[in-house]
C-alpha cells in the first residue's frame, strides 16, 4: 500500500510526526475519550480542592503552635520565620481552593485575564494554541510537518475508511 510519494523518505522524521499526530486524533476524537477525560479532570480537581483545604487547616495548626511557642524548642531561636512561611502556606492552600470554587461560578473572569495576558504576545499565542484544545493534533498539518497537501488527503480517506468515522482536520 503506497501511502506517501516517492520523493519523500519513508524515514523522514517529518512523515512519522505526521502520522502520530493523526494517529492522536484517532484515538483523542473519540467519544467515550472525552468522557473519560471530563470526569477524571472534574475528579482531579475536586480532590486537589479538598487536599488545599486540608493542608491548609493542617498549617493553620501548625502556625498557631509556632506562634504560641515563639521559639524554637531545640534551638532556642525566634519562630518568626516559621511563622511568617506556614501563614503564606495557609493564604496560598486556601486562597487557591477559593478561588478556584469562585472561578465555577464566573468562569469569564479567569479567561478575560488569560486573554489579555495573551494579547500582549500573539508569538506566544500563537506557540501555545500550535495544537488543537481536546484533539491532539496539530492546526495545520500541512504546513508543520511540510507534506504533500494531496498525499496526505488520500493517506486520511483511507484511515477513516477503516476507522468508519471521520477525524477532524
Known amino acids: 500500500m503506497k501511502l506517501y510519494k516517492k520523493t519523500q523518505s519513508l ?3 517529518k512523515q512519522v510526526q505526521a502520522g502520530l499526530s ?3 486524533r484517532l484515538i483523542t476524537s473519540h467519544i467515550s475519550t472525552t468522557g473519560a477525560n471530563l470526569q477524571g479532570f472534574n475528579a482531579l480537581v475536586t480532590l486537589n480542592t479538598a487536599a488545599d483545604f486540608v493542608t491548609g487547616a493542617i498549617d493553620f495548626a501548625r502556625l498557631g503552635v509556632a506562634k504560641g511557642l515563639g521559639t ?3 534551638t ?3 519562630n518568626k520565620d516559621t511563622v511568617e512561611n506556614l501563614y503564606n502556606r495557609v493564604y496560598g492552600s486556601w486562597g487557591g481552593s477559593l478561588r478556584r470554587l469562585t472561578d ?6 479567569p479567561v478575560e485575564y488569560a486573554d489579555a495576558i495573551l494579547n500582549m ?3 506566544i499565542m500563537e506557540k501555545l494554541f500550535r495544537d488543537i484544545s481536546g484533539d491532539g493534533g496539530v492546526n495545520d498539518t500541512m504546513r508543520m510537518f511540510n507534506l504533500d497537501g494531496e498525499t496526505y488527503q488520500k493517506y486520511l480517506k483511507e484511515i477513516e ?3 468508519g468515522r471521520k477525524v477532524s482536520c
Open 11 to 13: 524515514d523522514s522524521p
Open 22 to 24: 493523526l494517529y492522536k
Open 72 to 74: 524554637n524548642i531545640r
Open 76 to 78: 532556642g531561636a525566634s
Open 104 to 109: 465555577a461560578i464566573s468562569p469569564d473572569i
Open 121 to 123: 504576545n500573539p508569538k
Open 161 to 163: 475508511a477503516t476507522q
